[in-house]
């Protein structure tokens, strides 16, 4: 990944809670894995998957963690750059502490760093049944823009087919 080591944080306090957002580096990996095994309906992806984005021949990607006062990370978003495009390939923020701003926090520390590539745009699909995560994009003000029929095919784990709704988000 282009900028993983760059050092970038923000300091939020969300009600109770303080977290620090900051780039990811390969070390973050396992906790990011936890975490995204943790939460059931992120988007699964095998761990080299997570080893190949901090790769220098990897698509430019930002991928940023979110630390609690005692410097635990509690979530993370990973999202792809593409000409003038963002899309946002996965968030995740520990089970017992969601609801507590740490996703919003997540999409504000995107956002900047988008702005700061000079990106115009985050997009994203989720699945239609992720009612949670549609509630949580609509308050972080994406707007749906349209919807996948069937874009989650059936695998061996997976019984049935899904569509993805879209979400769009212009900066
Ligand atoms: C989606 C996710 C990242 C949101 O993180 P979070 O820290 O819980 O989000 P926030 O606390 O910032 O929530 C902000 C707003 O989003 C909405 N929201 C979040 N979770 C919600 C839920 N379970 N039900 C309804 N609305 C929800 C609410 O409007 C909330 O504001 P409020 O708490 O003041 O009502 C988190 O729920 C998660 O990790 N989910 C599992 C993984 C996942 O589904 N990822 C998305 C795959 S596309």
Redesign the pocket.
């Known amino acids: 990944m282009k900028a993983a080591n760059e050092p970038s944080s923000a300091s939020v306090s ?1 009600g109770k809670h303080t977290f620090s957002a900051r780039l990811a580096t390969p070390a973050d990996i396992p906790t990011i894995l936890a ?2 095994r943790a ?5 699964h992806w095998p761990e080299n998957t997570y080893y190949e984005v901090f790769t220098p021949e990897a698509p430019a990607r930002i991928a940023i963690v979110l630390q609690d006062q005692s410097h635990s990370i509690q ?1 993370f ?1 990973i999202a792809r750059l593409t000409s003038g495009e963002c899309e ?1 390939e ?6 017992n ?11 504000q520390s995107l956002i900047a760093a988008v702005r700061e590539r000079g990106a115009l745009s985050i997009h ?4 239609d049944s ?11 003000g994406f707007a749906n823009t349209g919807r996948r029929p069937k874009y989650y095919s059936g695998s061996e784990e997976e019984e049935e087919q899904e569509d993805a709704m879209l979400y769009s988000l212009f900066l």
């Open positions: 969300a975490i995204e939460a059931g309906s992120a988007a979530g978003v946002l996965n968030i995740a923020v520990t089970p502490l969601q609801r507590r701003g740490a996703g919003t926090n997540l999409i994203l699909e989720v699945r992720n009612s949670a995560a549609r509630a949580f994009y609509e308050k972080c």
